[in-house]
């Protein structure tokens, strides 16, 4: 079956530093994957999407890159602030249904 | 537009009642999704709709799950006969094309005594 896992263990690093996590899928090629934020008690926000064909992607101080060889897709924030504490999930896609990981959860020290 | 709502934001009830929620998806938007998310975990898919065609629903679904989507608007999620079991976050999401991102309200929290 489809399975995408995270680094259940929270990241913790100083302000101003670069922040990345690691999404591992397996036993898929997946068409696309979506990293979300997820705040406590509030619905998963969307940040960035990649595709199969893609190597990298950026918004402003977000970074995706997507290694099909290593079946890996890393997420870095750079400048990290504060304000950027908060669980961010990976999910990978073909057609419309997402399959998410855990998330992984980040604290950005002041 | 001010995004996906859902209603009520809190449930609680007692093991054997049963339950309905409510979402209002974006209104542009004909595709939409149920989710089922509990501590610690990623949201875990339920069920799809496109416009008011239920296209999918998880094998993870009990027969005391149904959801609709009348006339392709709102949807409602109802579950039958609740067990404790069933106490989770139920998000909705809703998206304009398959594949695309996915805009998610703010969820039910449902607990089940």
């Known amino acids: ?110 | 537009d001010t995004g996906v709502s859902q209603d009520p934001r809190h449930k609680i009830t007692k093991r054997g009642q049963n339950v309905t929620f409510r979402c209002d998806p974006i209104s542009e938007h004909n595709r939409l999704y149920w989710y089922r998310q509990t501590l610690g975990q990623g949201p875990e898919f339920l069920t799809y709709f496109q416009n008011e065609a239920q296209l999918e629903k998880s094998r993870l679904l009990s027969d005391r799950f149904s959801a609709e989507r009348p006339k392709g608007s709102f949807s409602t999620l109802e579950i039958q006969r609740t067990e404790q079991g069933d106490s989770a976050m139920y998000l909705c999401a809703s998206s304009l094309v398959a594949g695309d991102e996915q805009f998610f309200g703010p969820g039910t929290r449902l607990t089940v005594l």
Do not use: M
């Not at chain 1, 705040?39 to 990298?56: M, S, T, Y």
């Not at chain 1, 304000?83 to 980040?106: E, H, M, N, P, V």
């Open chain 1, 1 to 110: 079956s489809q399975k995408i896992e995270q680094n259940s263990e929270a990241l913790n690093i100083q302000e101003g530093k670069t922040a990345t996590l690691t999404c591992n899928y397996t036993n898929y090629s997946p068409a696309y994957l979506q990293w979300y934020r997820q705040d406590p008690g509030r619905g998963p926000v969307f940040l960035l999407l990649i595709r199969e064909n893609e190597k990298e992607k950026r918004k402003e101080r977000l970074k995706v890159t997507f290694d099909t060889t290593l079946k890996q897709s890393l997420f870095h924030i750079t400048a990290s602030q504060p304000a950027d504490s908060a669980t961010y999930l990976c999910a990978q896609g073909d057609s419309y249904k997402l399959i998410f990981g855990s998330g992984t959860r980040l604290l950005v020290r002041p």
